[in-house]
């Protein structure tokens, strides 16, 4: 799996989740939840200052970030 497409599964993932909101505002939630899911991410490879085993690493985790923000 690439980066953009882990971004798009990210913000897919929150998005039946999120009742009640616009169209457009459910996009710009899912992307909010998907970023703090990633900085989350982010935040436990640098505190184990290693990938801990993941099959994504640190690189991927910080394009998957930029992706998310260029959707």
Do not use: C
């Amino acid at each position: 799996m690439n980066t953009t497409e882990k971004a798009t599964e990210l913000i897919w993932e929150y998005l039946p989740k999120i009742e009640g909101w616009k169209s457009e505002e459910k996009t710009d939630l899912a992307k909010e939840l998907a970023l703090i899911t990633v900085e989350q991410t982010l935040d436990i490879i640098r505190y184990h200052g290693t990938d801990i085993g993941s099959r994504y690493s640190l690189s991927f985790w910080l394009d998957v970030k930029k992706e998310i923000i260029l959707l």
